[in-house]
């Protein structure tokens, strides 16, 4: 059974730290760039960071710039989130999505699997 599954949600205080995981199953991770992606109440889906299949590049969106790392563990087939300085503005659930020899820069409708979330909460 091919799925991704996120994990390291929490409520953390402004300023604290989490990781989040996600990990597969039924399929490698090796040929695929992952995303992370997050919906705060309210609000529509948004990228925050994804790593390519092809080089191991990242991309951050400004909000997290500086504040999050993204990494991949072939080994493990798991890609971590490390989000460090946390703001009530990074409060939401986040999900990660899986794209076939993508660049990192694929639109959320190329991705061709998701997770099902992990909710993060910073409180203020």
């Known amino acids: 059974q091919v799925q991704l599954v996120e994990s390291g949600g929490g409520l953390v205080q402004t300023g604290g730290s989490l990781r989040l995981s996600c990990a597969a199953s039924?399929?490698?991770?090796?040929?695929?760039?992952i995303g992370w992606f997050r919906q705060a109440p309210g609000k529509e889906r948004e990228g925050v960071s994804s790593?390519?299949?092809?080089?191991?590049?990242?991309h951050y969106a400004d909000s997290v710039k500086g504040r999050f790392t993204i990494s991949r563990d072939n080994a493990e087939n798991t890609v971590y989130l490390q989000m460090n300085s946390l703001k009530p503005e990074d409060t939401g659930v986040y999900y990660c999505?899986?794209?076939?020899w993508g660049l990192g820069f694929e639109e959320q409708y190329e991705y061709d699997y998701w997770g099902q979330g992990t909710q993060v909460t910073v409180s203020s």
């Open positions: 999505a899986a794209a076939l």
């Open positions: 790593i390519s299949s092809r080089d191991g590049s990242t």
């Open positions: 039924g399929f490698t991770l090796d040929y695929y760039a």
